[in-house]
């Protein structure tokens, strides 16, 4: 499949599977390892675990460098803080795209749908063109970290993501 993305994009990853990884780097190697071993160790397929540390990398969670990678201060607090994940998650979302058009989108509208996220994303020059599973991909990831993050809520029967309203 043709790479559609120019900017760095949050991989089409599962929350859950980057969150278990942060904790076997902390609780199974003390923070640092070699990511093979760690493939090995835990019977991890390799390119799975590629995507996951690019998007834990993305948010500043890990470090990944020659071979090796290592959990982050703030890899760490996500890690011991388990009640404020979702706030710590949330404030990295809001720098890495597609989550920071999303934001503006609803910054300036209150909602928006997909393809209307997919079109501004394209305006800017981020996205070259989609297909059908770049957008099911898209949308999952949408969901799957944005909506356990609380940056917003989505509606499944309207296709649409809404801001996530705080209560005070």
């Known amino acids: 499949m043709k790479q559609s993305y120019i900017s760095p994009f949050l991989p089409n990853v599962k929350i859950g599977n ?25 019977d991890f397929d390799l390119d799975e675990i590629l995507n996951e540390l690019r998007a834990a990398e993305l948010l500043g969670l890990v470090q990944v460098e020659g071979g090796d990678v290592m959990l982050t201060d703030l890899g760490e ?33 209150g909602e928006f749908t997909l393809g209307e996220l997919v079109e501004e994303l394209k305006r800017k020059g981020l996205l ?28 499944s029967d309207e296709g649409k993501f809404y801001i996530m309203r705080r209560s005070a």
């Open 77 to 109: 607090k996500v890690v011991k803080e388990g009640e404020r994940r979702r706030e710590l998650l949330r404030e990295r979302l809001v720098k890495v795209e597609p989550f920071k058009t999303a934001m503006e989108l609803l910054s300036e509208k």
């Open 18 to 42: 980057v969150l278990g990884l942060l904790d076997v780097l902390y609780f199974s190697y003390n923070r640092y390892t070699d990511v093979y071993r760690l493939a090995e160790d835990y």
């Open 128 to 155: 070259r063109e989609s297909g059908d599973e770049e957008f099911k991909e898209l949308n999952l990831t949408l969901i799957e970290w944005g909506v356990y993050s609380g940056l917003f809520h989505y509606s």
